[in-house]
């Protein structure tokens, strides 16, 4: 089931584009629930996340697209935004909102299918999952989207967490095996980073949270790699 | 195995194991076609062939040794198509560098052990053989491969023309002749009647053969990485020239504009009938969209993108935009130029050839994440999409240029020591960039 917002002030482009969803709604198999806004300032007053994805016209009459994007934003950092306008140099500074997407009008159902599949495609997985593990006093359960980076000594592995440090006895073949599908990526002998807490890297040094992280030279195109592209599959 | 060897004709097993192994070293530095233990079983099974069909052929007569040669070739270049990853024309060139190998190191081995028993050290044993084989020719072999590793892997997927493989198979063919013109008649200026002189002769020739293969293998190489680094150049200079020439127009047209904003706002303030006035107003908002066009906060970029919509508004593609443009400010000119020209010029041609106009969708993202550039270009395509080395190749388009454009992409965000990765899925093609920023 997705959600999707309709922002538009023109009623011929709302059936329009109602049209084309429920082509979509059928073609893909997939249940659309739409909500249609007339001005921007509709979607602002009383804003919940409760949308998967919103289509905003730009020029609209008392709250254009881009200032009601920029509270929405303020308010919901998930939401998929995708402008639909005729003038394309109004949503160069989409970056700004984290709107990467548009579709110009006139509508083609091709173009706006295929936004919203790569919408679709980049939503967050947001189920959460845990890794528990033995520490001095009993077993600790973690988030594991709250590891910041996961570091080996000797026998002992220690995860750097949101929530503090936490030292443990376990295998790294077996460590590893169970990250295999988060967004996590072994960077040296030592170290295992989360991608999503990465802020920067200088040549071989990978800052997470103010600490300091390295990567081996063997891996570091790889690591490189592996963060572009875990960037993009979040990006929206 | 106390039955004593014949000490002048070489054993089939002797040049087999040879052969083999030589084979065996070429696929070693290539890409394969197998995983680890199909190729071990393969390898086996190749070994089992040749064994078997040079014992079984052996002695041959004169009549056959030239055909039966040219199976052995054939079962040589057999397990190395099977077994390696390249086009048949470098195939064919290993085969014949195999080949020459193989001869060399198996007459080397058989005249070392041939010495070695007049010395009185050994007895012309046939256990004695098989184990000095396999030591001498596994040591050769090991050389070999030393020289043959400091070739890279993209070095190895070189263009061998028709013209490089036909002078291969000359040389070949003469290096061969030449080394066995003893056994097919002494009398011949360039044959040896003593056991001693045969083996010698053989040897060195097979030796010089070797080493004429390898230096012409060098050539190849160098001419290919020269003709690869002068392409990227000349692909350079292009992409760098056109913003130039674009650049001159698009100020042009910019500073047309500022004239004719002037003038409508001259005439607006002389007094004037309300139907100008508002003819005016309709002008001033019209050319407004020329104003707002492609400002993404780099001029560069700003250029290339107002181009490259021009050439995509001529066959009805959509060149769609979102760039924070100021992020590029850093970089050079140059770079921005090969960059981006070449990204949307391979996404132009890609969407080109899309029959459905409106599927021919160019999508462009640069966008901040915290301290990374992140670029990203997306267009469907049409097709299939094959690779040669790690880089897509359009199966349509002029075959000499493809790839380089990608190419010269990824040395430019190489040196800013980015990442750049391709993914294609669902019709849809995408490159990724990250550029991390300094401080």
Redesign the interface.
Known sequence: MIRIAIVEDDKNYIIELKNLLSKYEQESNQKLIITVFEDGEDIVTNYKADYDIILMDIEMHFMDGMTAATKIREKDSEVVLIFITN??????????V?????V?KPL????LS?RI??AIGRMKNRSISYISVMISNGVQKIDISKIYYIEVQNHDVIFHTINGIYTTKLSLRVLEKRLENESFFRCHKSFIVNLAY?????NNDI?INNQIVQVSRGRK?EF??A???Y??EV?K | MNSAVNLIETPGGVYALAYWLAAVLFISVNKKKMNKWKLVITSIVFLIILVGAMELNHPVSKFWFVPSVLLYVFIIGLFLYVSIKLPIMNIGFYTARAFLVGEFIGSLSWQLFYFSTASDYFSNKVWILIVFAIIAQSVFTMIMLLLEQRFKADERDFTMSRRDFITTVVIVSFIFLFSNLSYLSGNTPFSGQAAEDIFNVRTLIDFGGVALLYAYYIQITEFNTKFEVSKLQNLLKLQVENYEISKKSIDMVNQKYHDLKHYISIMKSAELESGSIEYLNKIETEIKIYEAQNKTGNHVLDTILTTKSIICQSFDAQLSVIADGSLLNKFETMDISTMFGNLLDNAIESVKLIPEKEKRLIHLNISRQKQFILIRLENPYSGTIKYKNGFPITTKTDEFNHGYGLKSVQNTVKKYDGSLTINADQQWFEIRIMIPIKN
Do not use: C
């Open positions: 003038m394309p140099q109004y949503v160069m500074e989409g970056y700004k984290d709107a990467l997407d548009y110009l083609s159902y091709f173009a295929q599949v790569r990465v802020d920067s890297i200088q800052n195109k490189v790699d963060l572009n592209n960037f993009n990006s």
